[in-house]
């Protein structure tokens, strides 16, 4: 089997840029990165979008998403012959049928309903951070200066993505990694616990916030790099 592919899909309310110091650690242990930039408009069309991606690559994959991006590959990957693993950090790991937002809501512990802000778009209406809260509540241990620059270029998700049922299970067909994420305030820990418990995920625990690709990438970059050692 030839070396994976590491894709990377990142989540709502942030952009590819997120992934940058995972990036630089992968690419310095030698492996191939590509990461995905995610619609954030739908559940279904995002994953068909990230599905046309995987289909460009040549040779086995490791997919690996963040935050609502985990629902993203979850489908995208269904049906993907060279998807090799999948891995999740601080992500949604769905059932056939749950979304995002059913499954934040099953436990306590999230506070990011009351810091977004809705606005209207074309097809519907899309939610952002507000900047004054995205630090506290999205990146919490990353440095002031690099939150309040994530504030600012972060990529709203519409609410329906947030809303819709996934369509397909992946996980049911490949290995699983999880990273979770104790300090997280916008999936709770105990959410994400029990994802990956029901998904048979091999799991890594860290102190860190939602952010955790920004302020610990050497710890993704390591369960990452884990996923990609196992299906060589």
Avoid at 76 to 89: R, S
Avoid at 145 to 169: D, I, K, N, S, Y
Wanted: glycine share 8%.
């Amino acid at each position: 089997m030839s070396a994976p592919t590491i894709v990377l899909v990142h989540g709502a309310f942030a952009d590819s840029a997120s992934w940058n110091g995972v990036i630089a650690r992968l690419r310095a242990d030698g492996h191939r990165v590509l990461a995905a930039a995610n619609p954030l408009r739908g559940l279904a069309a995002d994953a068909a979008y990230v599905a046309s991606v995987l289909r460009t690559v040549e040779g086995p994959v490791v997919l690996a998403g963040h935050s609502y991006g985990g629902s993203v590959i979850t489908v995208a990957a269904a049906g993907q012959p060279n998807v090799a693993a999948l891995v999740y950090v601080a992500a949604f790991i769905p059932e056939a049928g749950e979304s995002a937002l059913e499954l934040t809501d099953r436990f306590p512990g999230s506070t990011l309903g009351p810091t977004t802000a809705p606005a209207e778009y074309p097809g519907g209406t899309e939610l952002t951070i507000r900047q004054d809260e995205f630090p506290g509540q999205f990146a919490a241990d990353v440095d002031s200066a690099t939150a309040a620059l994530m504030a600012v270029t972060q990529r709203p998700v519409a609410l329906a993505a947030l809303q819709e049922g996934a369509a397909a299970t992946a996980w049911r067909d490949v290995p699983v990694y999880a990273l979770l994420t104790t300090d997280d305030k916008n999936i709770p820990v105990a959410a994400q616990r029990f994802m990956a418990e029901r998904a048979g995920a091999v799991s890594v625990e860290v102190a860190a916030s939602h952010a955790v690709s920004v302020s610990r990438p050497e710890v993704v970059a390591e369960l990452i790099g884990t996923a990609v050692a196992a299906v060589r």
